[in-house]
């Protein structure tokens, strides 16, 4: 059967779909796909028309360790198992300077990787300069993107992606870490930095506070080209952007996004039977962390150290917060706690 | 430990948040949440200070029966532990005429029901004029609540509220019963029934599309200043207007809910171990329901027929959609799908 057309009432441009639900669907399951699993969902993606797919270690290249979690697949298998998978859409990788490295691009490129996300914290793009140099050097697409982007304003975000740009990088993003954004915030963000550079804009959403569709149409009616998203929403905590979702609801509006909407609900289905125990859902410690604005991978030190130390988990949520806890500084998670308690027995 | 303020840039009035997870999310369960259940969610969201907890048979007053489902309790048993539990809150139930009758109203009000909401489908107010009349001679608060909103234009949904109005209702509302809404189609809505009452206008959302808490916020921001949404959004299908979400997103944009925060969050955990096996999430067919407009009841018959026959159960809900299908009507079910089957053969 052919798929039914939802005419549009007027045409208003394509949109890029970037695919990450075998990298950053990675943090829901321990970095524990196998090779049937990865496989399985990049030959669907593929089929449907999905045209980047994205693979690796939930913190991306070279990050499988004892710390971050050890992967199931070496960085090299899971590359090789997908490269193969995807006759038509393109293999997209991420990492984060300092876990990964120049030799783990090297290997990537030898993958025949076409597109290269290096992510550094929001106000911190200095730190992608030698990758973004290297990767342009070699030939390869290299994306810069900020993570936890809803702690810097508009403006240094808009500044920071300039920064990008000037180091090699062909299109430029932000993440929503935390799902901290409401739609307005997005819009202000997306705005400044399309005035900002020339390049593509992308983003990426997280939903803890149910607002990831509403968030990345926000992002594409500012100007943002590249959308990220997940069959299901896979993805750490309350998930990312629901990939199957966010299309039709994109094709509605008049937006283009090249993708077969039956296939790519067969490869949802399929993402939910063989990569997830359950899809992600909004439980309240996600509704707390999109709030306070902090990286939802503290949940478990946050629930365990609160358990120890007597105090509420959601005040440390909000107290670290206010903090600007970022990814690295779990430490702060005992010294909030410490700190909560003290200030009960006062 | 207090809840901390999250102080609003200004401030944008007050939302009156409607509480429809003892009965919508009936639907989830078959009918079978027991007193036990109904009493520590309802002893929960009174102490959260949610203001109107509806209550009974996902189909209303008087539908437990052979066709829709037999509850487990009676509706006076539920009317009964739920009143006992809601101590400050006001209680509510629904009704579809038809299936309610005016003796089913007289023995919810012995019960002392706060608010009676009177349901019909969106083009056939004139079925409520009755019971409307018949709670407002009783003195008890009747609100007037269209169905399947989406099939019928703005304008249409105006006269029809102003027809409720006309009834006796004392609010009126529109439901999304499908999740076919994107924003921009419930700011047009409420944007016209708005001109055309004067009383209090509320608005249902499902998450068919993940645009529930968006199209809320549509809502209130267009005129509503009622909501429903239900604790993990438990509900049929992809769920309603996610609660413990809702309001801190409306909080944080400057609306005012009286809702104590944690004490929301705590129900909606409640509701989460004691109610539902797990909270709803968006599959397949709920996206394909919600794009279809179709009545996500539908489900099991359609994935049913569309197996006996050997069609694709997405075209028969697209088809369905497009004949216009209304609850009731599961007899164009098995038309659709041997109209299919023979397109097929072709």
Redesign the interface.
């Known amino acids: 059967?052919n798929t039914?057309t939802?005419q549009p009432a007027d045409a208003r441009g394509h949109v890029l779909i970037h695919d990450p639900s075998l990298r950053d669907g990675h943090h829901a399951v321990r970095h524990q796909l196998g090779a049937g699993q990865l496989r399985a969902y990049a030959e669907a993606a593929n089929t449907a028309g999905v045209p980047v797919v994205e693979v690796g270690h939930g913190n991306g290249l070279g990050a499988s360790s004892l710390q971050a979690g050890q992967a199931l697949l070496a960085d090299d298998e899971m590359l090789a198992v997908v490269r193969e998978a995807l006759t038509d859409s393109r293999m997209a990788v991420f990492m984060l300077p300092g876990w990964g490295t120049t030799a783990d691009l090297r290997k990537a490129i030898a993958r025949q990787v076409d597109v290269v996300r290096v992510g550094t914290h929001c106000t911190e793009s200095d730190l992608a300069e030698r990758h973004l140099g290297f990767l342009r050097d070699a030939g390869v697409e290299a994306q810069g993107v900020l993570l936890m982007s809803h702690m810097a304003t508009p403006e240094r975000l808009a500044k920071e992606c300039a920064q990008l740009v000037s180091y090699g990088a062909s299109a430029v993003g932000i993440f929503d870490s935390s799902g901290h954004y409401?739609?307005a915030d997005v819009t202000e963000r997306i705005t400044a930095i399309r005035e900002a550079v020339d390049v593509p804009v992308a983003f990426h959403g997280h939903?803890n506070?149910?607002?990831?569709?509403?968030n990345s149409i926000a992002a594409v009616e500012a100007g943002a080209s590249t959308l990220d998203a997940c069959a299901?929403g896979f993805g750490a905590g309350a998930g990312n952007t629901?990939l199957?979702?966010?299309v039709?609801?994109l094709e509605?509006?008049g937006f283009r996004t090249g993708i077969d909407l039956?296939g790519l609900?067969d490869a949802?289905?399929i993402a939910?039977r063989e990569l997830m125990p359950?899809?992600?859902?909004?439980?309240?410690v996600a509704?707390?962390s999109g709030?306070a604005g902090v990286f939802s991978g503290f949940k478990s030190r946050v629930l365990d150290i609160s358990r120890r130390e007597g105090?509420?988990p959601?005040?440390v949520f909000?107290e670290l917060g206010r903090r600007q806890a970022v990814a690295g500084q779990e430490d702060l998670i005992v010294d909030v706690a410490l700190a909560?308690r003290e200030a009960?027995r006062d």
Chains 1, 2 share one sequence.
């Open positions: 059967m039914p939802h409401l739609p939903n506070l149910g607002m990831a569709v509403a299901r629901q199957e979702v966010l039709p609801v509605r509006m039956y609900l949802a289905d939910d359950a899809p992600p859902t909004i439980d309240s509704v707390v709030l105090v509420d959601r005040d909000f909560l009960q």
